[in-house]
């Protein structure tokens, strides 16, 4: 998908201008809101299963590169988001 293959280029620009101007940075994991909170029916539970796996993988991830930039002395903050 599109959002996998633009996040770190966006990561790697925030990370410059964090430590230009000696700021947070923080990363936003946006991620799909729960379908019964939307109003839809959750569907199977391997499906649930999956997006739940899904859900852990790209959060370990985010965890994975904060902890790279707070190796380089950054300032992280890791918080989720939800898309209206």
């Not at 599109?2 to 940075?25: D, G, V």
């Not at 999956?50 to 950054?74: C, D, P, S, T, V």
């Amino acid at each position: 998908m599109l959002r996998y293959q633009i996040t770190p280029i966006i990561i790697t620009h925030a990370e410059t201008l964090a430590q230009a101007f000696k700021s947070k940075l923080w990363l936003i994991h946006i991620a799909e809101p729960e379908p019964d909170f939307v109003g839809f029916k959750t569907g199977t539970q391997p499906k649930c299963d999956r997006k739940a796996q899904e859900f852990r993988k790209e959060h370990q991830q985010i965890q994975e590169r904060a902890e790279e930039l707070r190796q380089k002395g950054l300032d992280v903050v890791i918080t989720l988001g939800v898309p209206l």
